[in-house]
């Protein structure tokens, strides 16, 4: 279990955070309608690209990091920390609401993470 089998699972959520501000960011720009034109602006916008890039990344990486860590405790950490991460790039840049609730949540996910990583 080297230096880079955890370097991998950041990497994991780097990707994870990607791939779904990307596509937030998609769809945000589109409509949803049947039609060539609108295929073609699916296709050409940047934002589906980025989206794209971060899930590779995240496919990628976390098989790199499975490759020598075990699968019970890379894939609750890279999930875990991919939820924190992409509920907190929710609530800064998507002004999602950042409930209590929600601060409590990610306190308890963390928490959790740091015991399975143990």
Excluded at 49 to 54: A, C, D, E, L, Y
Aim: aromatic share 6%.
């Amino acid at each position: 279990m080297g230096l880079g089998s955890w370097i991998a699972l950041l990497l994991c959520v780097v990707g994870n955070v990607t791939a779904n501000i990307g596509f937030k960011k998609l769809m945000e720009t589109l409509r949803l309608e049947v039609s060539l034109q609108n295929a073609v602006a699916i296709i050409t916008n940047p934002w589906l690209w980025i989206g794209g890039g971060g899930s590779l990344l995240l496919l990628v990486s976390y098989l790199y990091a499975i490759r020598t860590l075990p699968l019970g405790v890379a894939y609750p950490i890279a999930t875990s920390l991919g939820t924190v991460a992409v509920a907190t790039a929710g609530i800064l840049l998507f002004a999602e609401p950042a409930r209590l609730t929600n601060v409590l949540g990610i306190a308890l996910v963390v928490s959790g993470v740091l015991l399975i990583a143990r």
